[in-house]
């Protein structure tokens, strides 16, 4: 069965630290991770995908299949950056691309 | 382009009433889910489709109808609100075959009473 695990409810950090939003994940076949973020009263938003490499605002996440992770890291946290994230799993099998949500961090960024 | 709009946005229901929640999306898309957000739970899937004509169930699905006449629309029926169903509802769709990650509608806030 698929699982992603967010063990952080709530994290806060001050402006200017480092943050890391932990994820672990159990897939039997190869996942496709992303992260999601809602803002304060918004829609949640795509800020990365595994397969895309990329830097969203600062925030990069490094799949490592050893370790069953995809954690989300900042090195200079902003006050801005004070959110919901959600981590997630894409199943690519039984047909058909159904997202699995972790339990989501609160981040809190304290100026 | 609207992306993937949802109403209502808010919603009071009585134990056993019955209402339909809407979700349009005018990207194309073929797959689309309703997921509910609880707090400490993270999003759960109720229900999800993958084109018109053809709907599966997600984690959590009783209580819950949906269909998939056309492409575009995809609503989801509380067929007897019970108070376990006070949630936000987010809808949510995706190009077929593509990682592109779901695109999401601003949500529904439901409160059974």
């Known amino acids: 069965a698929q699982r992603v695990t967010q063990p952080e409810k709530l994290l806060s950090v001050f402006k200017g630290a480092p943050v890391e939003l932990k994820c672990n994940y159990s897939?039997?076949?190869?996942?496709?991770l992303f992260w999601y973020v809602q803002y304060s009263r918004q829609r949640l938003q795509l800020l990365l995908r595994?397969?895309s490499r990329e830097s969203i605002k600062g925030f990069t996440a490094d799949l490592n299949k050893g370790e069953t992770s995809f954690h989300l890291k900042k090195p200079f946290a902003q006050e801005e950056d004070s959110a919901m994230y959600y981590c997630?799993?894409?199943?690519?099998?039984?047909?058909?691309?159904?997202?699995?949500f972790g339990q989501g961090t609160r981040l809190t960024i304290n100026p | 382009n609207a992306g993937v709009t949802q109403t209502p946005k808010f919603q009071v229901l009585k134990t056993g009433q019955s209402m339909t929640l809407q979700c349009a999306q005018d990207?194309?898309?073929?797959?689309m889910s309703w997921y509910r957000q609880d707090p400490g739970m993270g999003l759960r899937l109720i229900h999800y489709?993958?084109?018109?004509?053809?709907?599966d169930q997600g984690e959590v699905p009783n209580g819950y109808n949906v269909s998939r006449s056309t492409t575009e629309d995809f609503p989801l029926r509380l067929l007897s609100a019970a108070p376990s169903q006070t949630s936000v509802y987010f809808c949510?769709?995706?190009?077929?075959?593509?990682?592109?990650?779901?695109?999401f509608g601003s949500g529904t806030r439901l409160t059974v009473v």
């Open positions: 997630a799993l894409s199943n690519l099998g039984q047909g058909a691309q159904k997202l699995v």
């Open positions: 897939y039997s076949g190869s996942p496709e």
């Open positions: 595994h397969i």
């Open positions: 990207m194309n898309h073929e797959y």
């Open positions: 489709s993958v084109g018109a004509g053809i709907t």
């Open positions: 949510a769709s995706n190009p077929t075959g593509r990682s592109y990650g779901y695109t």
